[in-house]
């Protein structure tokens, strides 16, 4: 498959994913707000569904990283690749957390506030900006 294709599906699908990492959290937002019993239910069922979605997007977005890696990129030598990756791990271990809040709300221990929830939904913007401008500019 030529390079483009490869590019565009990794972005399509990182775009999912990043849709995903930004709603999940503003959703956990209202949850936590929530105090009555037909709003949560409806939360968890939301909170399950765009998590099982952006898993998805996430999964095919590193799977076109990686046939982009072995396909362009290797061996691994450029210095804005490895910072990329470093970034992505990370993005990796917050999605597994907001995994671990999916479950927090659906068993009743969610131990958090609507205003923790509001800097936690700012991480992922953080690192997009982060991500973007390295694969743009390459500057190492």
């Not at 294709?5 to 929530?34: E, N, S």
């Not at 671990?100 to 700012?122: A, D, P, Q």
């Amino acid at each position: 498959m030529n390079i483009l294709w490869v590019k565009a599906f990794h972005i399509i699908f990182m775009v999912t994913w990043f849709a995903g990492l930004f709603y999940l959290p503003r959703l956990f937002v209202y949850h936590a707000d929530c105090h009555d019993r037909p709003g949560h239910e409806r939360f968890l069922v939301m909170e399950r569904k765009l998590y099982a979605i952006m898993t998805i997007g996430g999964i095919l977005t590193v799977a076109f990283g990686l046939w982009l890696i072995a396909g362009w990129h290797w061996p691994l030598t450029e210095g804005w690749l490895h910072a990329k990756l470093a970034l992505v791990g990370l993005l990796i271990l917050y999605h597994l957390y907001c995994g671990r809040l999916v479950k927090s709300f659906r068993s009743g221990n969610n131990r958090h506030s609507g205003v923790f929830y509001r800097w936690f939904n700012e991480f992922p913007a953080l690192i997009l900006v982060a991500v973007v401008l390295l694969a743009v500019l390459r500057p190492f």
